[in-house]
């Protein structure tokens, strides 16, 4: 079983073990940068790793452009205090990248915590040599 805990905002080095081929490798380098940006709140980087045209979907059914899921995270509005990416399954296909995952993650709203649990279906779109979230929907299983 593939798995890669972020507790701490670091960079991720991808190695064969984890990874397919330089593109899964590069994939999986985005999904971990994001999920650093996130638990950070670094509006920068989540800028950088996510598409124009998102739509981020969550595991209730609400969905978020772009602009809404960034602000929600940099707001501070939803803080993700853990995020545990696991069993990542990744298919390149061109310019666009399928990833099916675990995510488990521990946030603070308004001073409450949560445990998140879920799986997530992630596309990724390759834009001038870089890896972009173009969409994202989480669910229970």
Same mark, same amino acid.
């Given at each position: 079983?593939?798995?890669?805990?972020?507790?701490?905002?670091?960079? @991720?080095?991808?190695?064969? $073990?984890?990874?397919?081929?330089?593109?899964?490798?590069?994939? +999986? #380098? &985005?999904?971990?940068?994001? %999920?650093?940006?996130?638990?950070?709140?670094?509006?920068?980087?989540?800028?950088?790793?996510?598409?124009?045209?998102?739509?981020?979907?969550?595991?209730?059914?609400?969905?978020?452009?772009?602009?809404?899921? @960034?602000?929600?995270?940099? $707001?501070?509005?939803?803080?993700?205090?853990?995020?545990?990416? +696991? #069993? &990542?399954?990744?298919?390149? %296909?061109?310019?666009?990248?399928?990833?099916?995952?675990?995510?488990?993650?521990?946030?603070?709203?308004?001073?409450?915590?949560?445990?998140?649990?879920?799986?997530?279906?992630?596309?990724?779109?390759?834009?001038?040599?870089?890896?972009?979230?173009?969409?994202?929907?989480?669910?229970?299983?």
């Amino acid at each position: 079983m593939k798995k890669l805990i972020l507790a701490a905002v670091t960079g @991720v080095i991808c190695s064969a $073990s984890l990874a397919n081929s330089a593109n899964d490798c590069a994939v +999986t #380098d &985005a999904m971990y940068h994001l %999920a650093a940006a996130m638990m950070s709140g670094n509006e920068t980087q989540m800028q950088e790793l996510t598409h124009a045209s998102l739509t981020y979907g969550y595991s209730d059914g609400s969905v978020q452009n772009k602009t809404a899921f @960034v602000d929600t995270i940099v $707001s501070r509005q939803t803080r993700y205090r853990r995020i545990d990416l +696991t #069993d &990542a399954k990744t298919t390149v %296909a061109g310019d666009n990248a399928i990833v099916r995952e675990h995510f488990s993650a521990t946030t603070e709203l308004g001073g409450k915590f949560d445990e998140l649990d879920l799986n997530e279906l992630l596309v990724w779109h390759r834009h001038n040599g870089k890896w972009r979230l173009l969409a994202r929907q989480g669910y229970k299983f």
